[in-house]
């Protein structure tokens, strides 16, 4: 049918010479669609309707844990090729294979739980897959456990981890670290002991180390198989930083500014890949009164200010610092004073001093009225003697004796005796 369309087609074209030859042009692609259409077909639609061979044609598949290489034996004419790992975490990791080539390499990834390798070719248009199970060669529960590292001081990394539940007495284990590259790989240098178990491992020489570095633990026993425990770290991720360099810290009428340095890490990192919290104290009698931590970034230019407090009040500012993207903080800085060395009388101070004044002035106003009531007691005014040539001109101070006799009964009455001045007469000549 497509031959008899295409040969009308044809007479068509020859018939009228005079098409435009743009017409011409679309009718060849046109045609050459209609005879091969399968062309059009993808590469993924085209192994859909290749047919799958049984697993009786097998590919020697071999898989090397240690520099996670998938191989298989070549045969001819392979034309297409996927390598799928099965991992329990992350899923599926597919790597496309090249034509005559015959292996995957994986990157590095924790192979302590078990994966599943998958091949897929295309040889003499037949699809051949085959999948291998690697497990944890050892017994089950005798892998090291609760593995960790730390880098700190920006050049010295500890690494623990403690013995397996099931494993023997004589278990003793190794650490290996390896960079991403696969060049590199190192034995720890000075392990740590528990009864003569290594449980730890420190390294003072990090150099040679990539971002990503790959950490095995496995071991040895006279009694049973050893599991391996391996993982994948980012270096960055397990750094704690230490405290920013000089601090300082400068006041002014209003304000108070804060200044410090980013410190040294592993790795040369911008301002924006740091953070800090800032721990800003006052001073009391009583104590430090503790305030709410500030988490300034990295971006700010490694500064904060904030309201100058009371003149005489005493502080102290402690930093510490964490990666931008992760709030794993490292230690406090040493404090960092400012303000004046007298601590600033509180509120509480100054009510207890008023209270205490008011007390007293109090105190002292009572115990001088009662003495001078006491003192008027014991030594009542002396009255003065009538002065009667003066009554008459001062009348309204006049003092009467009988204002002041005694009361009957308790004293003898005095008589009064006047006494009167007589002018002598002169002597007669």
Not at 6 to 23: E, F, M
Not at 125 to 137: F, G
Not at 297 to 314: E, H, I, M, Q, V
Not at 402 to 428: I, T
Request: glycine share 6%.
């Amino acid at each position: 049918m497509w031959e008899r369309q295409a040969a009308a087609w044809r007479n068509t074209a020859l018939s009228r010479p005079s098409v435009n030859p743009l017409c011409a042009l679309a009718m060849a692609v046109l045609l050459s669609m209609l005879l091969v259409p399968s062309l059009f077909l993808t590469q993924d639609q085209w192994d859909k309707h290749l047919p799958t061979v049984e697993q009786n044609s097998s590919l020697n598949m071999k898989f090397d844990p240690k520099t996670t290489k998938l191989t298989w034996d070549c045969q001819e004419n392979t034309t297409y090729g996927e390598c799928v790992l099965i991992h329990k975490e992350k899923g599926q990791i597919k790597k496309k294979v090249k034509d005559k080539e015959c292996q995957c390499t994986f990157q590095d990834c924790s192979l302590h739980g078990g994966v599943t390798l998958t091949v897929e070719v295309n040889i003499n248009q037949r699809r051949i897959s085959e999948t291998l199970v690697y497990l944890n060669p050892g017994g089950e529960g005798t892998a090291a456990q609760n593995f960790s590292c730390l880098i700190y001081n920006a050049d010295f990394m500890n690494c623990t981890w403690a013995k397996g539940q099931a494993a023997p007495n004589d278990v003793q284990y190794f650490l290996y670290i390896r960079d991403s590259k696969k060049k590199i790989e190192r034995e720890c240098p000075h392990y740590l002991k528990d009864s003569g178990t290594h449980v730890g491992c420190h390294l003072q020489d990090l150099s040679g180390l990539t971002s990503y570095s790959y950490f095995l633990v496995n071991g040895t026993s006279q009694e049973a198989g050893i599991q391996f425990f391996d993982s994948v770290l980012l270096l960055k991720e397990i750094e704690q930083y230490n405290p920013p360099n000089n601090i300082t810290v400068h006041c002014n009428e209003s304000h108070c500014f804060i200044r410090w340095e980013k410190p040294r890490t592993r790795k040369t990192l911008s301002i924006r890949e740091f953070q800090y919290q800032l721990d800003i104290q006052r001073q009391s009698n009583t104590g430090s009164s503790r305030n709410q931590l500030i988490v300034v970034s990295g971006d700010t230019g490694n500064k904060y200010s904030f309201p100058r407090p009371g003149l005489r009040a005493k502080h102290t500012v402690k930093i510490r610092t964490a990666d931008a993207r992760k709030a794993h903080w490292g230690a406090w800085s040493q404090p960092a004073e400012f303000g004046s060395a007298e601590p600033e009388s509180s509120l509480v101070h100054v009510y207890l001093l008023v209270v205490l004044g008011t007390f007293i002035c109090g105190l002292t106003i009572s115990c001088l009225f009662k003495r001078f009531l006491g003192m008027h007691r014991l030594f009542p005014p002396i009255p003065r003697i009538k002065d009667k040539l003066n009554d008459s001109h001062q009348i309204d101070h006049q003092i009467l004796w009988e204002k002041f006799a005694h009361d009957v009964g308790k004293g003898d009455k005095e008589e009064v005796l006047a006494v009167e001045e007589v002018a002598e007469a002169p002597a007669n000549a």
